[in-house]
């Protein structure tokens, strides 16, 4: 089998894989989650580099060809290190190729493509971890492909334990998510579409919506990434063409198997199991 790999540093991937399996149900997925060192966000770009690199080598190891780096964190720290350093070194390009026989992407670069499209006062906002904030590769993407679009971010460093610590819906993550927005709306009032820049944050989507103002909208990740996922395999058949096809899951996680799988399960909708494997 040779599977897509997804990877994130925890559960919130599973966003992303849903939405992948919704347009691409026939292909074969192998999910990653790092959930023994998690949350990436607070983590220096080098420590995040280190991680994500070796779930990579351990995903390439499983026979993947392509992963998807179903983390904001992964994508804004180290998916450029690993895209222009470590891939020409580990998978040289094949012949008649010039990039490496191997691939890996990220969910940022799917999002800054449209963003432009969905903004009518050009002004955009972002909720993030600090990981991604500091990075500032939002506000670089967008600013290649839409110049005059406004970007302000917000950090939000709690939101991700609210949603790892199975507080989403509880009323305990009110105060946050309304303190963040508050903060956010303040720095630009001009904002009409918020990026949920991290992949955990779909699971407070409607905190969100009750706290974000009701004309702006809200942007998820998941739908924008399968849509160009699936352009990349129409536009990289020798990639495509080496990707299995029934349509199967498997989880692998560096943290307690059964746990995951219970967290798995409401993502997906049914029961999975889960694998623990260390990096």
């Known amino acids: 089998m040779t599977p897509i790999g997804v990877f994130d540093s925890g559960y919130g991937g599973l966003?992303?894989?849903?939405?992948?399996?919704?347009?691409?149900?026939?292909?074969?997925?192998?999910?990653?989650?790092?959930?023994?060192?998690?949350?990436?966000?607070?983590?220096?770009?080098?420590?995040?580099?280190?991680?994500?690199?070796?779930?990579?080598?351990?995903?390439?190891?499983?026979?993947?060809?392509?992963?998807i780096l179903a983390c904001n964190t992964a994508s804004a720290k180290a998916l450029r290190s690993i895209q222009q350093r470590?891939?020409?070194?580990?998978?040289?390009?094949?012949?008649?190729?010039?990039?490496?026989?191997?691939?890996?992407?990220?969910?940022?670069?799917?999002?800054?493509?449209v963003i432009g499209l969905l903004t009518h006062t050009r002004h955009v906002g972002i909720v993030a971890t600090q990981g991604t904030v500091s990075s500032r590769t939002y506000d670089l993407e967008i600013a290649k492909l839409s110049p005059d679009v406004v970007v302000t971010s917000q950090a939000c460093p709690m939101w991700v334990s609210l949603v790892e610590n199975g507080e989403a819906n509880g009323p305990g993550a009110d105060y946050f998510v309304r303190r963040d927005l508050e903060r956010l709306m303040q720095a630009d009032p001009l904002i009409?579409?918020?990026?949920?820049?991290?992949?955990?944050?779909?699971?407070?989507?409607?905190?969100?919506?009750?706290?974000?103002?009701?004309?702006?909208?809200?942007?998820?990740?998941?739908?924008?990434?399968?849509?160009?996922?699936?352009?990349y395999l129409n536009r990289h058949a020798h990639i495509d063409d080496q990707l299995s096809r029934t349509s199967s899951m498997q989880f692998l996680t560096t943290d307690d198997p059964t746990q995951f799988a219970s967290a798995a399960t409401l993502f997906v909708g049914h029961a999975v199991e889960a694998k623990q494997i260390s990096l």
């Open 86 to 113: 470590d891939l020409p070194l580990l998978f040289p390009p094949a012949e008649g190729e010039s990039l490496p026989s191997r691939r890996v992407l990220g969910v940022i670069r799917p999002t800054a493509e």
């Open 15 to 67: 966003t992303v894989l849903r939405e992948i399996r919704r347009l691409l149900p026939e292909y074969d997925y192998l999910y990653l989650g790092d959930n023994a060192r998690a949350p990436y966000g607070p983590r220096s770009f080098e420590r995040v580099y280190e991680f994500t690199l070796q779930a990579v080598r351990r995903l390439f190891d499983f026979g993947c060809p392509l992963i």
């Open 192 to 231: 009409d579409t918020i990026i949920l820049g991290c992949t955990h944050f779909p699971l407070l989507y409607n905190k969100v919506r009750a706290y974000a103002p009701a004309h702006v909208q809200l942007v998820s990740q998941g739908e924008y990434v399968a849509r160009s996922l699936r352009d």
